[in-house]
């Protein structure tokens, strides 16, 4: 009966006759009642709506309609209060947080959600011309891997993680026709089994791996690089290698003519602009003792790179080094991993402003509501049922601005891949330079265990916010506030 009275006390209300004769139940506090109505999500939604002009645009496709010509929100107008205007700035501060909280919550989803995308595409592009795991000798000369590297690639297969096996040959060169010069990495394979390790035959656009036989010098270029040498199938270009020879005359770079024989895409911009292949046995020829050469593995599972290798290395004898592309690209992807971190923080901020946003609302709904305080505080309500009041409506704007945030946020990365173009087309403009950021689409790669620690942290923020103005509440006193309301 005493819970009854205080909620009809806040809520300006006479008691129902027929409370006493109710059953009895175990309703909620009163508290969350009266935190529900200070909250007062309808005249928020309803505000939002009009302030936007989303309410205007379903009045009038409403009035379109044949024989519908009567106001379809006249209730709502009625029960969210629209021409009263004692809490308009409160509910207007209310809104702001709310749309703070939304907003900071969906571009951090987009955010993370193009980083994981870009790490992943960026990832899988390499991945598919590079290989997982690389098993080599240093100081080994050029060729001596290669004569026994099917050993290698029966010993390594004994794990049942390794999926392929082929040999390789790996050096630094120059490429030089006419006046160009490009500083290139050279990768040689065998032709037969480099489809095992990576989508290299899949990824010609022109010419053949095939064509890639032992003594014909044969090159196949990144079409990146094929076009900034101008180079066509069946031209010649100069290789030259980083060792020479000394004379009296000075030193004489080791050079040969290679031919043009195929062009490959793989969609990254730096390995299209910056790799060539060419048979292994010509490359173990033409860089003798300054190349890298062993055996090329792939693996069922790519984040395994790192266990699988630390096991090959236990298992192969010798001085052999098993390496994956983790280690071989560390520096990028730590990189990546540090730039997430610092726009999680970053983005971040922007919820935290919202909940400054919150705060300021709820104090002001604390001292527009000190009357209503002081009636309970009467009625026997104690300062930790004030309290409450007041952080559930915190909460509960804390709580409809971080869903209204996460739907948002989760309907824009979920498609992003289809709004971006639409946008460039529209606009004429093309967001993702390919020869800046690798790629030329911007990816999105959503993941829930991101979408649940943003929502977490945003009401973590904004629970946060509801504790100031909720102690204030509690520790206003009754008599004080009665005697200057009068």
Partial sequence: MRDQLQVDAALGRKPHKMARMS??????????????????LSRIVFQTLRRTGVLWLLGLLWRLLPGRRSDPFAAWRQQAGIGAQRDGFVSFVAVSAMAGIALGVAALIVVLSVMNGFQSQVRDRMLSVLPHIELYVPRAASDSPLDGWDYWAREASQNPAVRGAAPF??????????????????????????????????????GSLDDLKPGSYGLVLGAALADSLGLQLGQPVILMAPEGSVSPAGFSPRMRQFRLVGVFESGHYEYDSS???????????????????????RIANMEQAP?????????????????????????????????????????????????????????????????????????????REIARIFLVQGALIGTAGTLLGVGLGALLAYNLETIVPAIENLLGVHFIPQQVY????????????????????????????TLYPSWRASRLQPAEVLRNEH
């Fill in 23 to 40: 059953k009895p139940h175990k309703p909620l506090p009163y508290e969350i009642w009266i935190g529900l109505r200070y909250a007062d």
């Fill in 169 to 206: 040959v790996s050096s630094q060169a120059m490429l030089v026709r006419g006046k160009t010069l490009r500083g290139v990495k050279i990768s040689g394979v065998d032709p037969a089994e480099e489809g095992k390790v990576s989508d290299l035959p899949k990824q010609m656009v022109s």
């Fill in 275 to 297: 790799l060539a292949f060419v048979n292994a046995e010509d490359a173990a020829k033409v860089f003798r003792d300054n190349a890298v050469s062993g055996v090329r593995l």
């Fill in 307 to 383: 266990e699988v290798a630390a096991q090959l290395q236990n298992q192969l004898r010798g001085h052999v080094i098993a390496s994956d592309w983790s280690q071989n690209n560390r520096v990028w992807f730590a990189a990546v991993k540090t730039e997430k971190r610092m726009m999680f923080l970053i983005l971040m901020l922007i919820i935290a402003v919202a909940a400054f946003n919150l705060l300021s609302s709820l104090v002001m709904a604390v001292k527009d509501k000190r009357s209503e305080i002081a009636i309970l505080r009467t009625y026997g309500a104690t300062p």
């Fill in 438 to 465: 690798f790629i030329s689409s911007l990816p999105s790669q959503p993941r829930v265990g991101d979408i649940v620690l943003i929502g977490a942290c945003s009401l973590v923020l904004s629970l946060l916010a």
